[in-house]
C-alpha cells in the first residue's frame, strides 16, 4: 500500500486495545484495514521512513504519517 506511493501522505486510527487499524491515503482517500495495533503500525511506518504525530487539534485521535526526506 505504502510503496504504490511513498511521497503521499497518511493517517491511520484505531480503537483503544483494538487489534485493527484503518490507514488511508491523503488525497485519493483510499484506506485499508490491517490486522496491526496502532502501536504496532506506528513502528512500522517509522520502519518505513515516516514521520507520525497527532495533529494539533486535541479532539482528533488519528495519526498523521508524512515521508522524511531522504
Not at 503521499?8 to 483494538?18: H, I, P
Not at 518505513?48 to 485521535?61: I, K, N, S, V, Y
Amino acid at each position: 500500500f505504502l510503496q504504490h506511493q511513498p511521497n503521499k501522505q497518511y493517517t491511520f486510527d484505531s480503537e483503544r486495545g483494538s487489534e485493527k487499524s484503518e490507514i488511508c491515503r491523503e488525497g485519493d482517500n483510499e484506506c485499508i484495514t490491517l490486522q496491526m495495533n496502532a502501536k504496532r503500525l506506528f513502528e512500522a511506518m517509522q520502519e518505513q521512513g515516516f514521520f507520525c504525530a497527532l495533529p494539533m487539534d486535541p479532539g482528533r485521535t488519528y495519526m498523521k504519517c508524512r515521508p522524511m526526506p531522504k
